[in-house]
């Protein structure tokens, strides 16, 4: 019907950001209207100079979708927008957009799975992994997803997983220590938070958040230093 009005469809979490530069200063009068997943409108006007979030929760749906739209934005944010060059560098090693880099793939991540959800683009054995992207197939052995990102876990099979049977390592636990140790990991590790956010990838992401550096975290940069708090870099 032409004479209804157009449905009203909300972002997963719309960000207004300061820019930082690679010595973590902030860029004076920089500010990203897309520092979310998605961006806010050119017309509409944001009299602000500090972070604005704007977050769209569906009433319908339970704490667990909208934690994947959080993640979204701090994905977006730090792989996407760059908003802080420190975190961009480590972020993506973190949540495997670096594919490119660390195995000379044609791809940056998981994310070039075509197909969504119907679609098992990745099958792992003897500590590698082959994919089919239905644009790229291939082989990486020796492969290590540390943490995975929002939509694929360490041990994920196709966009939005969280009933992979496999059992892989990975070096999430001991993200950048400087020890190189992995653990297994499997859909056990976040089992236990299927009932506090049960949809979407609710349960795997209350996990891959607990093992984001945080306070008193045991990574290193580049330099060997201790690695900063990420969580600050949520709310500059």
């Known amino acids: 019907d032409k004479n209804k009005p157009e449905p009203v469809v909300p972002g997963e979490v719309l960000e207004l950001k300061p820019r930082y530069d690679a010595d973590r200063k902030r860029i004076p009068g920089a500010m990203n209207r897309c520092a979310g997943n998605g961006c806010f409108d050119a017309e ?24 994947e739209n959080l993640s979204h934005g701090a994905e977006h944010s730090a792989h996407i927008a760059k908003t802080i060059p420190y975190w961009t560098r480590y972020f993506r090693e973190f949540a495997g957009f670096d594919l490119d880099t660390k195995y000379g793939l044609p ?6 799975c075509r197909g969504g959800e119907h679609h098992r683009c990745l099958s792992y054995g003897a500590g590698g992994i082959r994919y089919d992207t239905k644009t790229h197939t291939g082989t990486v052995n020796p492969y290590d997803a540390v943490c995975g990102n929002v939509h694929f876990a360490p041990n994920g099979r196709q ?24 653990e297994a990991f499997s859909t056990a590790d976040f089992s236990q938070y299927n009932t506090l956010a ?36 949520l709310y500059y």
């Open 159 to 182: 966009h939005y997983d969280l009933n992979g049977p496999d059992t892989v390592q990975t070096s999430c636990t001991h993200f950048r220590d400087g020890t190189g140790e992995k």
């Open 198 to 233: 049960g949809d979407c990838m609710g349960p795997f992401l209350v996990w891959w958040w607990q093992n984001m550096p945080g306070l008193d975290n045991t990574s290193l940069d580049d330099d060997g230093a201790p690695m900063l708090n990420w969580l600050p870099f």
């Open 107 to 112: 791809f940056n991540s998981w994310y070039e």
């Open 44 to 67: 509409e006007e944001i009299p602000c100079n500090r972070m604005v979030r704007i977050a769209g929760m569906n009433h319908t749906r339970g704490p667990g979708c909208f934690l």
